[in-house]
Structure formats: C-alpha cells, structure tokens
C-alpha cells in the first residue's frame, strides 16, 4: 500500500527533526524541507523508511512555490503539509530592527502562508487535506522579547481561523498547534534550558515527542478545522514578563 505524504519544512533538525521521525514511523512518506541545511536532511532520510529531500529558501517565495508545484506534481496522495520552519532572532520593543522584521515576517507568516495556499489548490490527496501549521505559546502568554519574532507568529495565527473559513471542501482542516520551550533556543546552552524548560504550570520539560504525537493525532483531521492545540505544560496560561530563555538567567 502507497504511504501516504508529509512536507515537513524546516524538518532537518529540531523539532522538525522529530516529527519527520514519527511519521516515518508511523506509516507516511516524508517529504524532508531544508532550507539552509540540506547535508544534515539527507542524512536524516537515509535513517527513515521511505523519505525525500527537498531544498527552498522560505525568503525566496517564487522558490516556495515552484517546490509546492513540483512535489504536487508528482505526488498521487499528498495528505498533509506541516509548517514549522521558522526563523527566531532576539530584537525589542523599543524599535523595529528592520532585517529582523523583514525576514521574520516573511520566513514566520508570508511564507507559509503561500505554501499553504499552493498546497490547498495543487495537491491531490486520498483521504482529505491537513494544514498544521506551528505557532507559539507567546500568542496567549506574550511578552516584548523576540518582538519581529512574536508580531510574525500573531499574524501567521490569524490565518489558520480564515483559511479554514475559506474552505469549500469540508474534509480539509487547518490547524494550530503551539509549543511551548522544548529545546534550548538561540544562544541557550541545556543547563539553562533545564531551568526555563520547566516554568509551566507543571514544572516539567515537555518532551519533543508530545508535540509529534499532536501532530499526528491532528493529521487525523479528528479536530474541528481552525482549531489551535497547546503542547507547553501550562506555560501559555501563565504570564511571564519575559521569554524564559531571560528569566532563567535572572
């Protein structure tokens, strides 16, 4: 039997990483995005049961879009895109950095978007089309830090509620799906993250794999499209006045 398809972009480490595991796992073809590190993708697909590279800078959207085209093409039953490429650059309040900005709104929300959209149109699918698309904690529990970083998420969230409106297909869903600290961010070493890794609700590290086995229960399309789900341990129900990167240092 054909296995199913998952682009995963962003998936040749981290958390995207994680996830092209699992699905391979778990019966899928993985369709392994890289964007700036294709050595370590093809490394990660020659450990998988059936998996391809593909390779687009999210800057460049006319590259984003020929890479939708080409895998629509050639895939007979392409179920399901997960965007969770992102781009995390620290930057405040007190003003805009203007390349920060630029590259956080194209890369965090234009772009995906756009995949979206060629996705929904192009692809050809067996058992109805997913959309997950990766948010953050800090849409509930904000705070000024990573601010191009944070504004790109907020908007990127308004769109899984709209195009999930948009759809005159009721078997395609779009969901979100918010992690909370998982891994050690930007210059984070893991002794810190060890500490801001567990201020949550639950005081406990929440493992990459929790955010897997939500993705996977939300490739089911078991949700109501449009839905958000948080995998933090509580961390967006609290109200933190900095990114915990920070305030693990304090």
Known sequence: MARPAVLITGAAKRIGAVLARAFSAHGWHVV??????????????????????????????????AMIADIAGRTEDWRLLINSAAVFRPDTAAAIDPVIFAEAMRVNAEAPTVLSQAFLAQARSKGGKRIIQFLDQKL???????????MAKHAFAATVRMLAMAQADPSARIYGLAPGAMLPSFDQVASGHETSGRMNLLHRL????????????????????????????GQHLLSQPRDVL?????
Do not use: K
């Open 32 to 65: 392994i995005h890289a964007g700036h590190s294709p050595d370590l993708a093809r490394i990660l697909a020659s450990t998988l049961t059936s998996a391809e590279v593909v390779e687009a800078d999210l800057v460049d959207l006319d590259a984003a879009r």
């Open 140 to 150: 509930i529990n904000t705070n000024p830090d990573f601010f191009s970083y944070t």
């Open 206 to 233: 929440t493992d990459p794999a929790e955010l897997a086995d939500a993705a996977l229960f939300l490739a089911d399309g078991w949700l109501a499209s449009g839905e958000t789900l948080f995998v933090d341990s």
């Open 246 to 250: 920070y305030l693990a240092r304090q």
